[in-house]
């Protein structure tokens, strides 16, 4: 086994639980979605091997590249998408992925679940909110989540299991991470997606379920 990749998993999953305990957030586990774009499957090897088994990856067709030959070692990996999903990638997105962290648009919406009726392939997606309303991010407005959601499920027959967000560099996440949680509170989801190698206890006292952690654990990228 990889000790490197062994040891990095065990710090975060440490990390993780003296968050969760300290803030007395509830029972449930937190879910490390362990960030994997950029590395090659050689990288990846390693974590699979120390027992982590979801993955979080940001581009389809790297996604294609990467994951097949992986999956076929490890059947009960769990991907999640975590980049923008243009529509016409959905049909394969639906067929490479388990979870859409990043469904933002009605017209996404539409498509995805036609995808998913298709597949019959249901797959649980998170709404992502554009939480500081940063012109340069994707997401849905925050004043906009519930209704958003409400359509997603009504309209749509989704899945919705809960809000993602990336809260706006160089200031603290923490106002950005606690309304998320009310946002989500507010469209009446339990699943909030928040927190990254840099604010993931952050993330974690604000009552995160899931924390998508790539640097911390795979090392650096060149790029984003
Ligand atoms: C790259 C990425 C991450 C992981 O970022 P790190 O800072 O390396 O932990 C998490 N979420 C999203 C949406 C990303 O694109």
Redesign the pocket.
């Known amino acids: 086994m990889d000790t490197a990749a062994a040891t990095s998993l065990v710090a975060i999953n440490d990390r993780i639980a003296r968050a969760h305990a300290r803030f007395g957030a509830p029972p449930e586990a937190v879910e490390l979605v362990a960030?994997s774009?950029t590395f090659p499957a050689e990288a990846i090897a390693p974590f699979l091997a120390a027992g982590q088994r979801v993955f979080?990856e940001?581009r389809v067709q790297e996604a294609k590249d990467k994951w097949p030959g992986l999956r076929q070692l490890y059947p009960d990996v769990v991907l999640h998408l975590?980049?923008p999903l243009q529509t016409n990638k959905a049909r394969e997105a639906v067929a490479l992925f388990d979870v859409i962290?990043t469904l933002d648009r009605d017209k996404l919406a539409g498509v995805l679940a036609a995808e998913m009726a298709r597949a019959g392939r249901w797959l649980p997606c998170f709404v992502q909110v554009n939480i500081g309303l940063e012109e340069q991010k994707a997401g849905i407005a925050p004043a906009e989540t519930a209704a958003f959601v409400a359509r997603c499920r009504d309209v749509h027959g989704l899945d919705i299991a809960g809000l993602m967000c990336?809260p706006p560099d160089g200031v603290p996440p923490g106002p950005y991470f606690a309304h998320l949680a009310t946002l989500a509170r507010d469209a009446g989801v339990s699943g909030l997606s928040m927190g990254?190698?840099?604010d993931f206890e952050a993330g974690i006292a604000m009552g995160a379920t899931h924390v998508?952690?790539?640097?911390?654990l795979f090392g650096h990228?060149e790029r984003?």
């Not at 998508?212 to 911390?216: D, I, L, Y």
């Open positions: 960030v774009k979080g940001n975590i980049g962290e990336i990254m190698s840099g998508r952690v790539g640097s911390a990228r984003v």
